[in-house]
């Protein structure tokens, strides 16, 4: 199983990305998908998380501005960001609760490799 993460650039203040990871591979089904950052010379954090029936939750530095959604029959999930600040300059990692065939024991969490977003002020 791979997660591959794409999407990221640079763009000004006031602008918009939309971030994409896509799941191959062995995959038999997908639970939560989420979204985590990590600036320079800082811990990674939570941003963002789906669950499987599309319940979604955001940490509060970005909740009103990015949106998370997903695509159960491509295995990929989403993180449009609108309104980006140049706090929000960050490498970001996509996550994925992803079990490769029908028996339990086959669940794991897998991450990206991570896409960079700069936002310029």
């Known amino acids: 199983v791979q997660l591959q993460a794409s999407g990221g650039g640079l763009v000004q203040a006031g602008g918009s990305l939309r971030l994409s990871c896509t799941a191959s591979g062995m995959v038999y089904s997908i639970n939560d998908m989420g979204w985590y950052r990590q600036a320079p010379g800082k811990e990674r954090e939570f941003v963002a998380t789906?669950?499987?029936?599309?319940?979604?939750r955001y940490a509060d530095s970005v909740r009103g501005r990015f949106i998370i959604s997903r695509d159960n029959a491509k295995n990929a999930g989403y993180l449009q960001m609108d309104s980006l600040k140049p706090e929000d300059t960050a490498v970001y990692y996509c996550?994925?609760?992803?079990?490769?065939?029908?028996?339990?024991?086959?669940?794991?969490?897998?991450w990206g490799q991570g896409t960079q977003v700069t936002v310029s002020s």
């Open positions: 996550n994925a609760d992803i079990r490769r065939n029908i028996l339990p024991n086959s669940r794991s969490v897998y």
């Open positions: 789906i669950t499987s029936s599309g319940l979604t």
